[in-house]
Structure formats: C-alpha cells, structure tokens
C-alpha cells in the first residue's frame, strides 16, 4: 500500500471471518458508502473488492503506533468477538493509538467473555432497540442497517410487473427467503386459507431455499392448502437467484415477514423500499421500522392477531396501495445504505 494514503487512515474495518455472513454483507455494503466519505483500510481480506485499501495486522500495528495529525486516534469498528481481540491486541500490546467501537446486533444475552470484551470499548453501537435491551447499559447510539434504495425501487407501473410473473389474480401476497419454521411460513398460510376464498385477486407468492431438513415442513403447508382447494392462489417460485428478487418483489402488493426470531430483518425495508405494504411480526428491527397502520402492520406471534390484520389489509386493496407509497417514502427518508453508512461514519470518527 502506498505509504502516504496509509498515512490518512483514519477508519479500520475488521474482517474477520473467511465465511461469507449477514455481517459481512452489512459491512461490504457500508464499506462501499464509508470509502467516498473518509480514508478506509480493512483488516482481512475476505470477500473484498479489488479496489479495497488491506492492511495486514502488523501493518496496521505499525500504522497505529503513531496518532493522526492533532493527536487523533484512528478508530476501528468491530463487528464480532475476535475483532475486538485484534483491536485491544493492537492497543494493549502494540501501544496503538486506537478508538475501539463494537455493533451489536445479537437479540440475546452475551456471553462473560463477550461482556468483559465489551467493557473495553470507547463506544457501543446497536442496530434496534430489540437487541439495545440485552445489553447491559445503554448503546451509545443505535444506527439501523439500510438497504440500496435505487436496486430495490417501485414499479412503473405495478400490474405490469405482475402480470409478467405468469400468476393468476391482481394482487400479490410475497413471503420471501429461506423456508423453514423459524420463518413463520406456516403462520402466513394458517391465516391465508380462511380469507383467500372471500378474495380471489390475492394469490400468494412463496420463494426460497428448501434444506432437506425443513422439506417435511414445506410439504405440510402445501398440504393445508391442497386440502383448503386453493392451489390456484398459492404458487411456490423456488430459490430465485438474488439478481431476480427486486423485480420479484416490486411485483407484490403486500409482503409478509411473520419470523418468530429474526435479527435485524432487512426484507421487510426492501418490501417497504419497493412500494408493498408489509405485515411483520414483532420479531428483529420490525416494530421500529414499521408506522403501524400507515406503511403497514406490526403484530404479535398470536394467529388470532396476524389473521385479523391480514384480513383488514386484504378487505381493501386501495388501502395497501396507500400503505405501499408511504412505505416507500419512509424506507428513502430512515432506512437508505448511504444513511446508515454517514452516521455510522460520522459516529465512528466523533470518537476522541
């Protein structure tokens, strides 16, 4: 790396793990952003861009030893465990200058180990108030996670879109993602089968893997519906290659999210960014993403409650088009990639 450009390197990213993760999409995503507002330099090289200033750990031990101009410290941002090991490494040992910020996102209590790794850093950041409440004391800010508001858009002209899926009816009811229960897909199906006779213009549209383990559970579901008679309004598209799934689901006028856990939950602001109205349970990011009864509705694990609210919704089409604008609207204003990766950024750097 050319020295002079290390020299300016005042954001470290760590980039730990050698699987590809949710958490490392998020960080590839913000890192894309982060790079037009302020030097960047990754430690690891997994999954990156060409173009991506790394920096190996005693290069970086090296960097680090000296502040920035005026005495300021870089400031690195961990996302897991062992990144914040590397960086407390690197200031205990290695005598760097360094701010040291963790994002938690886990909806769960910590581990000790975790915990007392925590303690040690200038700065704790959370991505929803669900995961801020496991943890001990307060984040210092919570900074959602955001989405690509120009790939994931509405439809000129939303009939259109759907009529070239091939599907029966005017209406789509998207149930998107990988199919197992901890997905929720037999929530939406025990609430479809009572409402979809009374509303032949909903048909549901289910994608996503299947692993062999949760092919028993798939199969159960498709039967309810082959016993319900409803064949016809239910369709199963498959695995779609990620390419295809805007379109996919700008061609949809509601979207159902009904996890019984979910981390953050990026698939109800992609549904929100593409003009559907979204019926979400109170699972991940959701209750804080969701203006209930505006851009959509946020609802209990209770099928008593997620069957009520799905039949409000479908009773009037008219209202989830209404919901489907304000939902986009909302998703451009709080939940763009290029917002969270400037507060992110500006939070990091405010650290000294």
């Not at 016993?227 to 290659?241: N, T």
């Not at 009904?258 to 960014?273: C, D, P, Q, Y």
């Amino acid at each position: 790396m050319n020295n002079n450009l290390s020299n300016n390197i005042k954001l470290i990213l760590g980039n730990s793990n050698k699987r590809f993760s949710g958490v490392t999409s998020t960080m590839l995503q913000v890192l894309s952003r982060q790079e037009k507002f302020t030097q960047v330099a990754v430690l690891g090289k997994h999954f990156l861009p060409e173009h991506t200033q790394t920096m190996s750990f005693f290069a970086l031990a090296r960097l680090c030893y000296k502040p920035l101009p005026e005495s300021q410290c870089r400031v690195f941002h961990a996302r897991r465990n062992d990144e914040m090991i590397q960086a407390l490494l690197l200031k205990w040992v290695f005598r760097a200058k360094l701010k040291i910020a963790f994002t938690s996102t886990a909806q769960r209590h910590h581990s000790w180990f975790t915990k007392f790794l925590m303690r040690q850093m200038d700065s704790i950041i959370s991505t929803c108030s669900a995961a801020a409440s496991y943890l001990e004391t307060p984040p210092d800010i919570i900074i959602p996670h955001g989405i690509d508001i120009h790939t994931f858009h509405p439809a000129d002209n939303r009939e259109d879109c759907w009529r070239e899926l091939g599907l029966p009816g005017r209406y789509g009811i998207g149930i998107l993602g990988r199919i197992r229960p901890q997905k929720g897909l037999d929530r939406l199906i025990d609430a479809v089968i009572p409402l979809l006779p009374d509303h032949p213009d909903f048909t549901v549209v289910i994608t996503g893997q299947i692993q062999r383990q949760d092919q028993a559970y798939f199969d159960q579901q498709m039967q309810k519906i082959k016993q319900a008679g409803l064949e016809k309004q239910v369709h199963y598209l498959g695995e779609l290659p990620f390419s295809d799934m805007p379109k996919v689901i700008r061609s949809m006028t509601l979207v159902a999210a009904l996890s019984r856990n979910e981390g953050f939950g990026l698939t109800v602001i992609e549904a929100m960014a593409s003009g559907a109205a979204v019926i979400a349970s109170d699972a991940g990011a959701w209750p804080d993403i969701i203006r209930q009864g505006v851009n959509g509705y946020s609802v209990s694990g209770n099928q008593q409650a997620i069957n009520s609210t799905l039949k409000t919704m479908l009773d009037s089409p008219q209202l989830l088009l209404e919901m489907g604008s304000e939902a986009r609207q909302h998703a451009e204003q709080h939940y763009s990639i290029d917002r969270e990766a400037r507060r992110l950024t500006d939070h990091l750097l405010s650290l000294q």
